[in-house]
């Protein structure tokens, strides 16, 4: 019956144009990607002579020369220091692993007790998250910035961490869902057997939902990696690869003016996390949908 | 013995409690600093000024006195806010019909390339925006005028050099990038739909139009209405993608709001100088006191009126 059904939608006219504008669609958001990573590697020349084509030759150096010019200044106590690819790199996985570990575990820790602890205060917490994200703020980085200057996190990874601790967003609903729908017989007789709450979360509960603790903190990782904002608002001194990708796309250097520079300048940035979202789609995209996670 | 497990019963609570308030204060505490203290703080900001000797003193209504004054000064306003409604207006219908246009036909037909779709359509979200708007632009501002030159033996500027096509090829890169994400959440929600419901529907003769407007999207329509109020309550907030593409030195013509906001601050904060940032509070709380009562209205108007899953 089903097939029937599906083989009478198949001729409708108006399905064939949804689907011919989606292939379209699709189209078209692959195209600007794949010429993307073949004009990075072109010369200037044979780019402006054959825009479309394949390199004539493959110049894989533009991504050394590429690398060279995400170089940028900062100023520190001791005078301005040049800032190198490696340490933007290393800054990119510090803010990027530390900030998507700290603020999904204290996601989780917070659901965990919403979701399995009877209190007032939970009902409290899980209201909060709803309020929270319906509540249009405007204009509030000015206050923002003043607060993180005040409190001496301006400019500091560890101030960074420290903001993306919280709890709130769609992330909590995510973990509250998962913890709401966990059978609690496994919790239940290892109190029987005389073990401490904090005993059952560390060694029952966490290992159960780590799929979905895995998958979120993958998804606040591409985030954060992907993140310049924060770098641009509170952390000018301490350059992310992202941070340095918007100063190389912005700059008018000769070396990086022409299309294929500053296209390898963003599959520097690009080409990493999608071979992450590549090996991971399935738990990214698998995992995750608006009712929750599957376990 | 009852008195026992009374007892034991009230020693678990006890325990339940302590654990529970130890799990809870840090991130509370976080959230007081940096949600409760951050907006209050902003509130209070809006009605300050700050002078670099005395720092920052208490300013009554001057902040806004101000901001009404500069409304009527200087132009930047009036074109961001209509280029805030405009990428709004575009941008979420254009993505919403598209979109639920496009999960349906992925919900219904590509049973088989279901997965591809859902792989292409999420891989903009993956890349970062600096890294997509750079692409964008290169492509709109070197290939397109080099393949129009090619075909057509044309002489054209690029979409975002030229500023008579740079405000539609924003709104076109805003739709164009946005609405893959979409398209997941109407699909997850699409494919919560009961099989049941649909084959009762089936055995009525619906066709595939009929079931869209009858089955899914009244059955969708919670998933709709929560994108919708995201839009509206980020009316305000939307860079529209500009600092990607032309840092803080976009022409004035193109502004929103939300990057205006966005780059006075940042500036400011660059600069060390605090001074411009009570009137950016004064202008943010002011928006938020227009976008809540919009926000809250809407959902009411479509929880009244919208189509009723019954």
Known sequence: MKEKTKRKFSLSPLSLVIFVILILYVISLLVPLLWSLLTSVKGRLDYLNNPFGLPKKWLFSNYKTAAENFASNISTNKGVRTVQIWEMLLNSLLFSLGSAFIGTFVTCIMAYASARFNFFMSKIIYGIVIVTMILPIVGSLPSEIQLVKTLGLYDSMLGMWLMKAGFLGMHFLIFYGVFKVLPKDFSEAAYVDGASNLAVMLKIILPLVRNAFFTIMLIKFIDFWNDYYMTMSFMPNIKTLAFGLYEYSQSYKPAISSAPMKLAGCCILAVPILILFFCFHNKIMGNVSMGGIKE | ?310
């Open chain 2, 1 to 310: 013995m009852v008195t026992e497990v009374k007892k034991r019963a009230g020693k678990k609570r006890t325990h339940d409690r302590i654990f529970f308030a130890c799990l809870v204060t840090l991130p509370l505490i976080h959230f007081f600093v940096f949600y409760i203290c951050v907006n209050f703080n902003s509130i209070l900001l809006a009605f300050k000024s700050y002078n670099s000797d005395s720092g920052y003193s208490w300013a009554g209504l001057q902040n806004f006195k101000n901001l009404f004054s500069d409304f009527g000064k200087f132009t930047f306003y009036k074109k961001a806010l209509k280029n805030s409604m405009l990428v709004f207006l575009v941008g979420t219908t254009v993505s919403t019909v598209l979109a639920l246009l496009f999960s349906y036909y992925i919900y219904k037909k590509a049973s088989r390339g279901k997965n591809v779709f859902k792989v292409l359509l999420f891989m903009p979200s993956i890349i970062s925006s600096i890294a997509m708007a750079t692409m964008f632009k290169q492509f709109a501002d070197s290939a397109i005028p080099k393949l129009i030159q090619t075909v057509f033996h044309k002489e054209v500027q690029g979409l975002l050099q030229n500023p008579d096509t740079t405000m539609g090829a924003i709104i076109f890169y805003n739709v164009w990038i946005g609405f893959g994400v979409n398209i997941l959440l109407y699909l997850g929600a699409m494919n919560n739909i009961s099989e049941s419901v649909v084959e009762a529907a089936k055995l009525d003769g619906v066709t595939f139009v009929s079931e869209f407007f009858k089955i899914t999207l009244p059955l969708v329509f919670g998933t709709v209405q929560t994108l919708l109020v995201v839009a509206i309550g980020g009316i305000f907030i939307n860079q529209a993608s500009l600092v990607s593409f032309f840092g803080t030195t976009s022409e004035e013509e193109f502004f929103t709001i939300g990057y205006w906001l966005y780059k006075e601050t940042v500036k400011n904060t660059l600069n060390n100088s605090n001074a411009g940032l009570p009137q950016l509070s004064a202008f943010g709380l002011l928006l938020t006191f227009i976008t809540v009562p919009v926000v809250y209205l809407f959902n009411w108007l479509t929880k009244k009126f919208g189509p009723s899953a019954e």
